[in-house]
C-alpha cells in the first residue's frame, strides 16, 4: 500500500488586529520622533546650521516642514498596514522600528552638531 506524505506546511504567523497595543505604541512613537526630527532641525537652523535633505523652500516653510513630517508618519503607518494586510506581521513592526531608530539617529546628529555662529555673538 503506498504511502501519503502530505507536504510540510509553514506554521501561520499569529494573526492580530491591526490597532493593537504594539502598533498604537509603535504609530505613537514615529510621531513623536517625527515631533523631535522638527524641533531639532529647527533649533540647528536656529544655531546657524543647514539641513541638508531637503530643500530650504520646504524646511524654512513651518506648514511645509510640519506637513512632511506628518506624511512621514502617515507613510509609515500606510507602510505598516500594507504588511499587515499581505500576512508578513514581522516586518509590519519593523517598519515603525526602523522609522523611529533612522528618525531618532538624525535628531540626536541635529542637537551634536556645533553651532557655526561665533562664541557670544547673538
Known sequence: MPVIIEPATRPEAPVHP???RT?????????IFRGLDYASTR????????EILLPDDVVNNSAG???V???ASATSVGLSYWM??????????????????????GAARNYA???K?????R
Open 18 to 20: 491591526f490597532w493593537d
Open 113 to 115: 552638531l556645533k553651532s
Open 65 to 67: 516642514f510640519a506637513s
Open 117 to 121: 555662529h561665533p562664541p557670544g555673538a
Open 43 to 50: 533649533n540647528m537652523q536656529a544655531r546657524g546650521r543647514e
Open 84 to 105: 499587515h494586510r499581505t500576512g508578513h506581521h514581522k516586518l509590519e513592526r519593523w517598519v515603525s522600528i526602523a522609522h523611529i531608530s533612522v528618525t531618532g539617529f
Open 23 to 31: 502598533n498604537m505604541s509603535l504609530f505613537s512613537g514615529v510621531s
Open 69 to 71: 513630517e506628518a506624511a
